[in-house]
């Protein structure tokens, strides 16, 4: 059993940065592949960063690549999202999500989900 607390969220200028956190707790964390997606309102919830366990390995959507990073820090069991270069278009709740069984883009193969937090940003 894994559960998951995202926070990190708000509201910044086009332009700006922010960085999301996932707290997770249960002793699977340290073996799970981790990810981060999102939902903005009247859409479907997208892919937008993973990781596997190691944090060796990650994957990016395109319209994310070389704007945020995915890293985790597994003496905090905490992953996070540094989002850079944001845009007006990537406001929206960011969920974090675990149990997938490798880098999938899809959200039905993560087991574990967060409650979400909302990332607003201004024009």
């Known amino acids: 059993q894994v559960q998951l607390v995202e926070s990190g969220g708000g509201l910044v200028q086009a332009g700006g940065s922010l960085r999301l956190s996932c707290a997770a707790s249960?002793?699977?964390?340290?073996?799970?592949?981790m990810g981060w997606f999102r939902q903005a309102p009247g859409k479907e919830r997208e892919f937008v960063a993973a990781?596997?366990?190691?944090?060796?390995?990650?994957r990016y959507a395109d319209f994310v690549k070389a704007r945020f990073t995915i890293s985790k820090d597994n003496a905090q069991n905490t992953v996070y999202l540094q989002m850079n270069n944001l845009k007006p278009e990537d406001t929206a709740v960011y969920y974090c999500?675990?149990?997938?069984?490798?880098?999938?883009?899809?959200?039905?193969?993560?087991?574990?989900w967060g409650q979400g937090t909302q990332v607003t940003v201004s024009p």
């Open positions: 999500a675990a149990g997938a069984p490798d880098l999938h883009v899809e959200a039905r193969r993560y087991t574990y």
């Open positions: 249960g002793r699977s964390f340290r073996f799970s592949v």
């Open positions: 990781l596997v366990a190691s944090g060796s390995y990650t």
